[in-house]
């Protein structure tokens, strides 16, 4: 999901206003310093959503904001930060003292930090939204709060500040299943660049794994009264290989095909046992659920539930067996 907002849209009195008290506490509350001149202030914010995290791009002429303990005892959930400067001189001014972001540096912190971010030229970040309780177990000490200085000039401040750019780039282009997905990659990227736990780079193997997998079953359930959904059809529509589909499924004991064929039989024997589907023939129902062969779905039926579709409901609900 996405939102976007620009204050040219709004009459020049209104903009400031507007982007001070709804769109700052948008993504969590900051407050923004004083209202600059309000003809020449600017300011844009796009937004989008993936599941449990946030992809996020702002830019401003406001030249600085704060995190107070006002704006922190708003918070329901804790959640770690990445800004990603878009511009040089980005500043951030904690307790412990100031962190300066060159363009492509990064810098993380807490929901739970005070903290002042400011820039002569006004601010502009890119940032990564992630829940602390996903980042925890993979960081040594199980403590990502920060703050945290990630210059671009290294390895792994490149590598990710480009998997940044490169997610933002296809999140419109993708399912947001798909988008939480990445950017759980994203964000154990980002745990290894914090310092990942020796169990913690277990977890990132397996929490990659588990999401694709994951991916995969939502994707059948979406497409289950589908004819046509097979492994291939699902590894091009999540942009992985076929056999990257049965391997991930391999630790459930089911393979694909298994799979499908024990939803799709779930399904029809739920509506089988449903009274608002009786005006529908057992064949059409079959036919409904992506089954294209009837003799295939009576046999594989009554070796699920050990009688016929037709019998089961008449028992259930005394209509007549087709």
């Given amino acids: 999901m996405r939102y976007r907002f620009s204050a040219e849209a709004l009459p020049v009195t209104e903009r400031f206003p507007y982007w001070r008290e709804v769109i700052c506490p948008e993504y969590y509350s900051l407050t923004p310093d004083r209202c600059p001149d309000a003809g020449t202030f600017t300011a844009w914010n796009d937004f989008r959503d993936a599941g449990r ?151 990132v193997r397996h929490s990659a794994a588990q999401l694709r997998s994951d991916l995969i079953l939502r994707h059948i359930e979406r497409h289950l009264a589908e004819p046509g959904l097979t492994p291939d059809h699902a590894a091009r529509n999540l942009g992985i290989s076929t056999r990257q589909v049965h391997a991930l499924l391999e630790p459930s004991g089911e393979t694909f095909a298994r799979h499908v064929t024990r939803r799709r039989l779930e399904a029809c024997r739920i509506a089988l046992k449903d009274p608002s589907f009786s005006h529908r023939s057992v064949t059409d129902i079959a036919l409904g659920w992506g089954f294209n062969s009837l003799a295939t779905f009576y046999r594989a039926f009554r070796a699920a539930y050990g009688v016929a579709p037709g019998d089961l409901r008449a028992t259930s609900s005394g209509i007549t067996a087709d």
């Avoid at 922190?72 to 040089?88: F, P």
């Avoid at 060159?102 to 002569?120: I, L, P, W, Y």
């Fill in 53 to 203: 995290f946030g992809l996020a791009q702002s830019e401003t002429s406001v030249c600085g904001r704060s995190r107070s303990a006002s704006d922190i005892a708003q918070e329901t959930k804790e959640y770690v930060t990445l800004y990603h400067a878009k511009r040089d001189a980005q500043s951030f001014d904690f307790d412990a003292g100031e962190i300066i972001l060159d363009a492509g540096d990064m810098c993380m912190v807490s929901t739970t930090q005070r903290f002042k971010s400011c820039s002569r030229d006004g601010l502009a970040f890119r940032t990564l939204i992630v829940p602390t309780d996903f980042l925890a177990p993979l960081v040594t000490g199980g403590s990502p709060r920060g703050p945290f200085h990630l210059r671009s000039s290294t390895p792994i401040g490149k590598l990710l500040g480009a998997s940044l750019d490169s997610a933002w780039s296809q999140m419109l282009n993708i399912s947001e299943d798909l988008g939480e997905a990445i950017l759980a990659n994203v964000a154990a990227l980002l745990a290894v660049a914090c310092g990942t736990s020796k169990d913690g780079t277990c977890v």
